[in-house]
């Protein structure tokens, strides 16, 4: 829906004092668009984002991070078919290690390769509270799991 409509959603969502989950999905958004989607205070009181068939690569992965880790309330985040690879995830990683009051994360990323997947668990280790973790769908093997072993032991 580009720039002008991501304006628009924005400010009908601002007159949702009491919004705390919000879902979005099939949204090819750009950078621009999250930033005005999640650039308002009004998001600041979200306890749940939930993305699915957003497939955003890394540039909209790396977007999408950045502007969600903003959200300090935030203790559901499910991603689903986001498409990203290695730095998308990396992104998230950082993201992640901002976003400690989470208890809820899925993430449903198939082209995550080893070195993302290493790079995402360390935004997983800062994940305290995290009581469901579902990583399903992200053909991952042996060696990637056993990447994610360490931070998830802490």
């Known amino acids: 829906i580009g720039n002008e409509g991501a304006k628009l959603i924005a400010s009908v969502l601002e007159r949702l004092a009491n919004l705390e989950k919000l879902s979005i999905h099939k949204y ?4 621009l668009d ?6 308002d205070e ?5 306890d749940g984002l939930s993305t699915s068939s957003n497939y955003i690569g890394d540039e909209g992965a790396i977007a999408l991070a950045s502007a969600v880790q903003r959200l300090e309330r935030l203790k559901e985040l499910f991603l689903d078919m986001t498409n990203m690879g ?6 998230w990683g950082t993201a992640l290690q901002k976003l400690t009051p989470l208890t809820r994360f899925a993430l449903y990323a198939p082209n995550m390769t080893t ?11 800062e994940l305290t509270n995290l ?18 072993v360490p931070a998830l032991e802490k």
């Open 28 to 31: 090819n958004f750009s950078n």
């Open 34 to 39: 999250l930033n005005e989607l999640f650039g």
């Open 42 to 46: 009004c998001f600041n009181q979200l």
């Open 86 to 91: 290695a730095q998308g995830a990396s992104a």
């Open 115 to 125: 070195e993302g997947i290493k790079a995402l668990s360390l935004g997983l280790a």
């Open 131 to 148: 009581e469901i973790l579902c990583v399903a769908n992200n053909d991952m093997g042996e060696n990637e799991i056993q990447s994610m």
